[in-house]
């Protein structure tokens, strides 16, 4: 028979179903289908019937029948294959009971390509498992959700066979599997939790577990049958069978481990291999084939069970993603801003997903929660995903092996998931998940080094397979789920209708208020223009009639006021004028000297004002790039107001400066004059509102409601600071163009 040398380099390819061997505690027959003639049994059967196993080779069944008693001495071997092949199943046959001298065994018969299995098993059961099965489920099934009901299912196993150690082992969605539930002795230490790489159970392993629900490894040291046949190269395949001896591989992982014996119940979901519950003992143990058929059916009722609990968990979980977009909605609808409504409360964005952290790239800022990269990695991230990337959704478990500078922090981001806002504005809102390999308990000793055996092959440890599958999950997340990649859906429709309604809200104000603006402007203007007309009379017919010498002094101090109240209501009629101006005028950029102009505006104020005692120091001065009509008027308010409101103190003291932060140039006008309350502090950029304090001043409330609009025009900032009777700072940031 051909010979296939296994080490760590090939297990993934050993044909583990042809074997030429058997496990030695039972013995093994194989029958052709047409001649019912013996065309394979294992050298071992010499040891049951005390004659030569070649001696049976290509004799008929029947041969057997003076040795094997029957509790129907009419009823033979034969006649059960018979029986088996008119029904097309010998599931109702299996396992029939039969003695050979003497011994208890069951007959199972299971189909090969040509051949009929017949294997024979010694009866070791001392009690009807079959009666505790129905308790153990029920006790099972009372596990709410999927880890109570593997937790169950562990204790239950480990009721029914008494093994030294019943894990519950899931595979994951790249093969490698986790010790997800375990009953044990109290002296073992726990496996719970554990990792174990995917080359610990090769595919076409995995493969003969959805074929045989049941696997049996009695005694790991005990040496195996071979098979003897007379048919050369033409090995027998036992895929069917249940004494196929076990690869070399396994073994001496099983032995690595000090295990002596094991067992396994396949643990099948929606057709494909869900996982095992692996059954460790530290002493050989065998169970018979009832026991093993009692304990597949609990993996068959587990089975069904985790399907249905399985489908409520991830409808609970799709549940969970909606009520978040819900809560998010609802967050969405009250809070102002977006960013804090996503990211400031309990439920937030993160919780879309089931990932450990999320950036957010929302109008130039960037907001993360959890666990993420280094925010100069995310901005390239950012700059790589809007470069690359069409889709409102992109998404991979795998970055590092995409998108190189990943690499670098491959331990908090090897999966992303990210949505697209504005790709031109690069808002994106991106989700992380870490890398497997830094994320869980792996199995083994990571110092413990791979060893040589006797022929020079690598032996099999948790530690070399470990490092055999570190090379291919490396730069590798946990994979996104369809229903995370739906709620990241949902989520953005909900944002950007969102940000849409609250767009057309700003649109719509603006809209009013340039309404409004433009009403007021050409009122302003309506009105001061036909003010001026009749004022002009009232002053021109005034001064005329102080001409007159027949009025007496007080017809003249009467007249003498009417003037003055005409001069200050031309006054306010200008300052007007000039308010509406600022709001009509469209900004005409340039470059502004501004040393010159604040020289300029010293001289105008100071000889309107007669502030020879006032003091003007200026700082720097940087040029300013702006409409210059619109400055002059500006800085002549503020400065004006400077010298106006500190023109009674000992020493008026009016400084000028400017510095320059990021973006922006930030001039300050600082006085030490009478100050303002900061009871009134919202009031004072509006039209017409005077201080309390400011009421023996002479002025009209327009002056810095022009400073705001003027500050608006240029997109920009105005603020101040002020203290009552120790001065003002009135500050104006301009964009540094």
Known sequence: MTKFSVDLTNCDKEPIHIPGKIQSHGFLIAVDKNSLSISYLSENTEDFFKEPAKTLLDKNISVLNNSIKQQDPEFNIEDLLK????????????????????????????????????????????????????????????????????????????????????????????????????????????????????????????????????RLIADVNRDDSPIITFKENEPLDLTNGGLRAVSPIHIQYLKNMGVHSSFSISLISHGELWGLIACHNYSPKFIDYKAREGSKLIGQILSSALEYRQEEEDAEVIQQFKDTATVLSDHLSRDKYLIEAITGHKTSILNVTKATGVAIIFENELKTIGNVPADDEIWELRDWLRNTNDESIYYTHRLPEIHLPAKKYKSTASGILSCILNKELGEMIIWFKPEIITNVNWAGNPDKPATSSENGLLSLSPRKSFEIWSEVVNN??????????????????????????????????????????????????????????????????????????????????????????????????????????????????E??????????????VWTAFKADNSELILGQLPNLKGDKTMIVQLF??????????????????????????????????????????????????????????????????????????????????????????????????????
């Open 636 to 737: 002549t308010n503020l400065i004006g107001n400077a010298v106006k409101y500190s023109a009674m103190v000992d020493k008026p003291k009016i400084e000028v400066a400017a510095y320059i932060d990021g973006g922006e140039i930030i001039y300050s006008v600082k006085d030490n004059g009478i100050g303002i309350d900061n009871r009134y502090y919202d009031r004072v950029f509006e039209l017409f509102k005077r201080m309390d304090n400011v009421k023996d001043i002479e002025g009209t409330g327009v002056g810095l409601a022009i400073v705001k609009r003027v500050v608006e025009k240029h997109n920009g900032r105005v603020w101040f600071e002020s203290k009552l009777n120790a001065g003002s700072t009135f500050y104006v940031a301009f964009k540094n163009r």
């Open 591 to 604: 470059t502004v000297d501004m040393p010159l102009l604040l020289q300029e505006i010293k001289n105008e």
């Open 83 to 214: 029986l088996g092949i008119i029904r097309k199943s010998f599931d109702a046959i299996s396992p029939h009971p039969i003695e050979i001298d003497g011994n208890r065994f069951y007959l199972i018969i299971s189909s090969s390509k040509s051949d009929w299995l017949l294997e024979f098993e010694p009866v070791t059961l001392q009690y009807d498992i079959q009666s505790s099965i129905g308790r153990s489920a029920s006790s099972m099934l009372q596990g709410k959700s999927i880890s109570a009901l593997l937790s169950g299912a562990a204790l239950e196993v480990k009721r029914l066979i008494n093994y030294d150690r019943i894990m519950i082992y899931k595979f994951l969605d790249d093969g490698h599997g986790e010790v997800v539930a375990e009953e044990k002795e109290a002296n073992l230490e726990p496996f719970f939790g554990l990792h174990y790489p995917a080359s610990d159970i090769p595919k076409q392993a995995r493969e003969l577990y959805k074929l045989n629900l049941t």
């Open 476 to 589: 590798t997340s946990e994979k996104w789920l369809a229903e995370e990649v739906a709620s990241v859906l949902r989520i953005r429709e909900i944002i950007l209708t969102d940000i849409n309604k609250k767009a057309n809200e700003i649109r719509q104000l603006n809209e009013k208020l340039q309404a409004a603006y433009e009403e007021l402007d050409t009122f302003s203007y309506t009105i001061s223009h036909d003010l001026r007309t009749p004022l002009t009379s009232i002053k021109t017919y005034a001064e005329l009639m102080l001409k007159n010498q027949s009025i007496d002094e007080n017809g003249k101090k009467m007249l003498t006021r009417i003037l003055t109240g005409a001069d200050k209501m031309n006054f306010l009629i200008k300052e007007i004028l000039n308010l509406a101006r600022v709001g009509r005028s469209e900004i005409n950029f």
